[in-house]
């Protein structure tokens, strides 16, 4: 396999340092999206340290250390006489870019443990989901920010359907179904998860934005249909259903537990539709064709998070092959967005 070493420096210096900046950078830039330091620092003004850490109540000595740091080893937050740090106008392009902040709440704030314990799990000695386990509340965070990109065109595609009710899977914090109701009037929404602390910040979130009149929202077990039918049905409506990068989470338990869910759906939702979005899994030999800084996403997500979780990611033609056992009809599917994630619309 042809490699592109332009990546990886000049010389074993820029190698093992670039190493250690990315190591730090990584946590940095994780730590002040999720305190708020860079959300303070947002408006481009200058601020002291000391304004900073009271306002937040974060560690004064701490914070400076991070931010002489980052004033130090890259261009997005410049340092002033007294402690006073100001970000620049490019910092705030990248680090508030749904790329930068997508990495730095899932891929280092939800899954750093991977590597904090990657040592003891290569020994057999930990496991993950029984020993150690990944921040669900980033990851949620982090799956807006990824999936994004196709709102616009599943939105659509729900109002050429007619649909009356549109059923978030897995709505989290009801960011896509808010997204989904205020592209389009057409519909109503409900947004579904099995957490009751998820349900209660989407309620928040969905009176934020005044659509208390048409999103409604439930507690339901995706795996089990008939924990919810009866919260959705209703003689005559058209519904469709909606998940972005939440079925895989099955293929755990293999291919046998996405197509039971899926038989168990259309059981109880006969005639509706389903559009699911997922990342269409990258061979090596594909991997190659990628330049080496447009793969490393994809890497990330297919071989670290979704490798040393023992999880699982489908290919378009497995992902075929489980619609064909589940005996539901593909109807389309696109497979042009970002990070090769791919719209699949079912029809049970």
């Given at each position: ?158 109002a050429d359907l007619k649909v009356d009710t549109v059923i978030d899977l897995g709505c989290g914090s009801g960011d896509v179904i808010i997204d989904f109701c205020k592209r389009q009037k057409s519909f109503k929404g409900i947004g579904l998860d099995i957490s009751p602390g998820a349900i209660e910040v989407a309620k928040e979130n969905v009176k934020k934005n005044n659509l208390e ?136």
């Open positions: 396999m042809d490699k592109d070493y332009s990546f990886l420096g000049e010389n074993i210096t820029h190698w093992t340092q670039s190493i250690r900046r990315g190591y730090a950078m990584s946590f940095l830039l994780s730590s002040f999206h999720d305190t708020g330091v860079f959300n303070y620092l947002k408006d481009l003004n200058k601020k002291s340290s000391d304004e900073i850490s009271k306002n937040l109540n974060l560690n004064k000595s701490v914070l400076e250390s991070g931010l002489n740091f980052l004033s130090n080893a890259d261009n997005s937050i410049n340092k002033h006489k007294n402690n006073f740090y100001q970000m620049t106008e490019l910092g705030k392009k990248r680090i508030f870019s749904d790329q930068a902040m997508a990495m730095a709440l899932g891929a280092v704030g939800a899954y750093h443990v991977l590597f904090t314990n990657f040592t003891a799990t290569l020994k057999n000695e930990k496991v993950y989901g029984k020993d150690f386990i990944r921040d669900g509340r980033l990851v949620a965070k982090s799956s807006v920010l990824t999936g994004k990109a196709n709102y616009p065109w599943v939105a659509q595609k729900l009149d048409r999103i409604d929202l439930i507690i339901g077990d995706m795996l089990n249909p008939k924990s919810y039918s009866s919260k959705i049905k209703s003689k005559g409506e058209k519904v469709a259903f909606n998940a972005i990068m939440a079925l895989h989470e099955f293929l755990i338990d293999g291919e046998i537990a996405a197509i039971n869910v899926l038989k168990k759906m259309k059981k109880e939702f006969p005639e509706s539709y389903f559009i699911l979005g997922e990342y269409n899994r990258c061979t090596d030999e594909e991997f190659a064709t990628i330049p080496i800084y447009e793969r490393m996403h994809m890497l990330f997500y297919q071989e670290i998070i979704h490798g040393l979780t023992d999880q699982d990611l489908a290919s378009l033609e497995t992902w075929k092959k489980i619609f064909e056992e589940s005996d539901v009809e593909l109807v389309e599917y696109k497979s042009d967005f970002p990070f090769r994630l791919i719209e699949y619309v079912l029809k049970f």
